[in-house]
């Protein structure tokens, strides 16, 4: 019981960085309608913005909240320089996955030629452990759950009652509507483009902080995680991602906990089949077809 | 020739006719169909691993020196059908899975998850085909040749990789110049129609995941034999990129149009950036390749989308001098 108690522990603190990130992912889309295959280069960028203030001396905490900044900024560039430029140019919604990954790749590989194939880790101490009944969490831990908490109820928060989320889930179920009640799409768009982007460099600087050690394609290699939780959960959700990133997350802990630990991923990836099997259009998805890319 | 620029262009040849196959392949389902098959390469590796066991000897032979299943000695073409008939059977389950009732997006994404999964299973699995560290000598079908000198034996294999390439082209303009390939374009164009017209979209998509399956196997069988080793590094799911690439450059639908993308693209850039002044530093050229391979896609997305050697759209003059109700009943699907 007691294994199965901190791995569900373990599982929580996967799951809280799985939120921020997926949260970010799905919000992104649910707005834009464009599978951003870029994202998991955005938070692997942040998180080497954060290595370097880290390495310069800053506390590893600010450096998150500057990677968060700097993640905000790489996404809105993205998307005002070669997202928005190649949707105008007519492409479809598989056309702008081929983009994405291609940024993507350039981003990854751009990186690793700038830093090498080795990896890095952030000078910041796990802090003293905490223990709750069998739970056993560092100070480190808690933070990041904390901050995976506040993040994804202010983004609930401001998508139920601010004016800026109300737009966003307006465009979110129909675009076309939204902007025919005066709502400025394009400022809306830019906007979830970098909340996205904000998400993204938390989550990367959480992601790194736990994993320790990271490298040029760290992001990328995880953005496959992220992807099912999202999935899971009914892609442009952002309640479903967070509940996909518990179950995800708790899944792939306890399965390494009592499994093949290498093999913790296929038992998530194993969930999201079955469900989709089950329900085409994830948990909390109400469209079982996809829909157009917003202009 | 030296023996080792006699090598060099055998290598290239081979490379040139294993990667046109794969993004022909590919081309069937992205290019001409429109199915966005993001776990192509997991194809690819299973013709490779498939050929590999099946023509290496038992597992307990090799003396604990690598573990893998069946090893059946299996003599030249067996192999390489064996292949072609794992990488169909597993398309067919994957794709029951995916296509049949999964939004298209889902199924993109549910593509790149299986082929990471399968990555994972690969590298853990020892006792499925040795783990991380792969299998090695896989017996090369040229060895047949016993008494002839390396090179000969590998000017053999060359022959055989062109044969199958040429092979697969003939098969390949009989399928998408044909009513049957104007009803796999007319499923990327318009669905509604072609199911209008009585045929099955999903059938059809079906049909060409399971031809290119057994492509990319056939292009992953004849990889293996010829480098005599196979690993989960080989196809970590971003080289799926490098065909799609392939097929965007050389033009999306078009046979030969992808076969000249295949050639610059998987082979083309390699060479090139082994000339370009940045040194020798296998981790730079390899991140050049990727930064070359992800521009290139870019910027013919941007200034020519439909590829080198665009696909031909057939038009039809007299029709159009009809009225258009019966114009648009002889051609509805947009070839």
């Not at chain 2, 000198?149 to 990789?161: A, E, K, M, P, Y």
């Not at chain 2, 080289?239 to 450059?249: D, G, S």
Request: with cysteine.
């Amino acid at each position: 019981m007691a294994v199965f108690i901190s791995a569900v522990g373990f599982g929580i603190v996967t799951a809280a960085i799985l939120a921020i990130s997926a949260v970010g992912f799905t919000l992104q889309f649910s707005v834009t309608n464009v599978f951003n295959l870029a994202f998991g280069s955005v938070m692997t960028l942040s998180g080497f913005v954060a290595y370097w203030l880290n390495s310069a001396g800053v506390n590893v905490w600010l450096a998150m909240a500057v990677a968060a900044v700097s993640g905000g900024l790489i996404s809105l560039a993205i998307n005002e320089v070669l997202y928005t430029p190649f949707i105008r140019h007519g492409l479809n919604l598989f056309g702008m996955v081929i983009v994405t990954i291609s940024v993507a790749v350039i981003f990854d590989h751009g990186l690793q030629a700038a830093v090498g194939p080795t990896f890095f880790s952030y000078v910041a101490p796990a802090g003293k452990a905490f223990h709750f009944a069998d739970f056993i969490l560092t100070r480190q831990e808690l933070i990041i759950i904390g901050i995976a908490l506040v993040l994804t109820i202010l983004v609930q928060i401001a998508l139920q009652y601010t004016r800026a989320g109300k737009a966003m889930r307006g465009l979110a179920v129909n675009a076309s509507l939204a902007r025919a009640c005066g709502i400025p799409t394009r400022r809306v768009i830019a906007l979830a483009w970098f909340v996205s982007g904000v998400l993204a460099g938390v989550g990367g600087v959480a992601l790194f902080l736990d994993i320790s050690t990271f490298s040029a394609t760290t992001g990328s290699e995880f953005l496959i995680v992220i992807i099912a939780a999202a999935v899971l959960g009914g892609i442009g959700s952002p309640r479903g991602a967070v509940l996909g990133a518990l179950v995800v997350g708790i899944v792939t802990e306890v399965g390494a906990a009592y499994w093949n630990p290498e093999l913790k991923d296929v038992l998530a990836f194993g969930v999201l089949i079955a469900v989709l099997l089950v329900r085409p259009q994830g948990l909390f998805s109400r469209l079982a077809t996809e829909r157009a890319i917003t202009r | 020739m030296s023996a080792a620029t006699q090598y060099y262009i055998a290598t290239i040849l081979v490379y040139i006719c294993v990667n046109v196959i794969a993004s022909w392949g590919l081309d069937l389902q992205f290019g001409v169909t429109g199915v966005l098959n993001f776990a192509f390469i997991l194809f690819q590796a299973a013709g490779a691993y498939t050929a590999a066991m099946l023509s290496l000897g038992p597992s307990s032979a090799s003396g604990g020196f690598q573990h893998y299943l069946i090893g059946v000695n299996l003599p030249f073409p067996l192999p390489l059908i064996g292949a072609m008939l794992v990488g169909a059977a597993l398309s067919a389950v994957i794709g029951l899975i995916t296509l049949r009732r999964l939004r298209s997006d889902y199924q993109a994404m549910v593509m790149l998850v299986i082929s990471v999964v399968a990555t994972v299973v690969a590298e853990s699995v020892i006792g499925l085909a040795n783990g991380s560290a792969g299998l090695s000598l896989i017996p090369n079908p040229a060895q047949l040749l016993g008494g002839f000198t390396r090179q000969t034996q590998t000017w053999f294999f060359v022959g055989l990789c062109v044969i199958c390439m040429l092979i697969v082209g003939v098969v390949m303009y009989a399928l998408v110049y044909s009513p049957y390939g104007r009803v796999l374009r007319g499923v990327r164009e318009n669905e509604a129609a072609v199911e209008a017209m009585g045929r099955s979209a999903t059938k059809a998509r079906m049909q060409v995941f399971v031809i290119g399956g057994a492509l990319a196997a056939l292009s992953g069988a004849l990889l293996a034999e010829f480098i005599g080793a196979w690993a989960p590094s080989e196809w970590l799911y971003p080289e799926t990129f490098v065909f799609f690439t392939a097929v965007i450059v050389g033009g999306r639908g078009s046979v030969s149009g992808v076969a000249i993308g295949a050639a610059l693209v998987a082979v083309g850039i390699q060479q090139a950036v082994q000339y370009m002044p940045i040194g020798s530093d296998p981790t730079l050229l390899a991140a050049m390749e990727w930064i070359i391979t992800g521009l290139l896609t870019l910027i013919f997305l941007w200034i020519r989308p439909q590829g080198l050697l665009p696909e031909q759209r057939r038009r039809y003059r007299r029709a159009r001098q009809r009225t258009p109700a019966r114009a648009e009943v002889r051609e509805p699907v947009g070839t």
